[in-house]
C-alpha cells in the first residue's frame, strides 16, 4: 500500500521536485568533509608548537593549498546545506525566512571566499 498519488508516481517527484538534489549534496559533502576533517587535524597536530614561518611555509606548498581550499569550499557548502533545511522547517514567517536563507547564504559564500582568498594570499604571495 503505497501514500503516494497516482500522479505523484507517475512522475516520479517528491512535493517539492529538488529535494533529492539537497538530500545528495548534503550527503556527499558530508563524506567528502570525513577525509579532508581527518588530514586537517592531523596536519594541525604534527605543526603544533610551529612558529609562524613554519605554518606559513607549510600552507604555502601547493597540494595543502590546494586541500585546504578544497576543505574551506566543501565544510561551508555542507554548512550552508544543513543551516538551509533547518531555516526551512522550522521558520515559518515568509519573509524571515527568504531573509535567513538569504543572509545564509551570502555570508557563508563571503567567509568561504575569504579563507580561500587567504590561502591563496599565502600560497601565491612572497614567501617571508
Given amino acids: 500500500m503505497s501514500l503516494r498519488s497516482p500522479l505523484s508516481r ?11 538534489h539537497h538530500w545528495i549534496w548534503q550527503r556527499l559533502t558530508a563524506v567528502a568533509l570525513i577525509p ?3 588530514w586537517f587535524v ?3 597536530t604534527t605543526h603544533a608548537g610551529a612558529d609562524y614561518a613554519a605554518v606559513r611555509a607549510w600552507v604555502a606548498t601547493p597540494h595543502v593549498a590546494v586541500f585546504l ?3 574551506l569550499a566543501t565544510l561551508f557548502h555542507h554548512s550552508q546545506l ?7 522547517d522550522y521558520v515559518h514567517t515568509r519573509w524571515v525566512n527568504l531573509s ?5 547564504k551570502f555570508s557563508h559564500v563571503l567567509l ?7 590561502v591563496l594570499k599565502i600560497a601565491l604571495g612572497p614567501s617571508a
Fill in 36 to 38: 579532508l576533517t581527518l
Fill in 42 to 44: 592531523v596536519s594541525l
Fill in 82 to 88: 544543513g543551516l538551509q533545511v533547518v531555516i526551512e
Fill in 100 to 104: 535567513l536563507l538569504l543572509l545564509v
Fill in 69 to 71: 581550499s578544497l576543505y
Fill in 112 to 118: 568561504a571566499a575569504a579563507g580561500i582568498f587567504a
Fill in 10 to 20: 507517475a512522475r516520479g517527484l517528491g512535493s517539492a521536485k529538488d529535494g533529492v
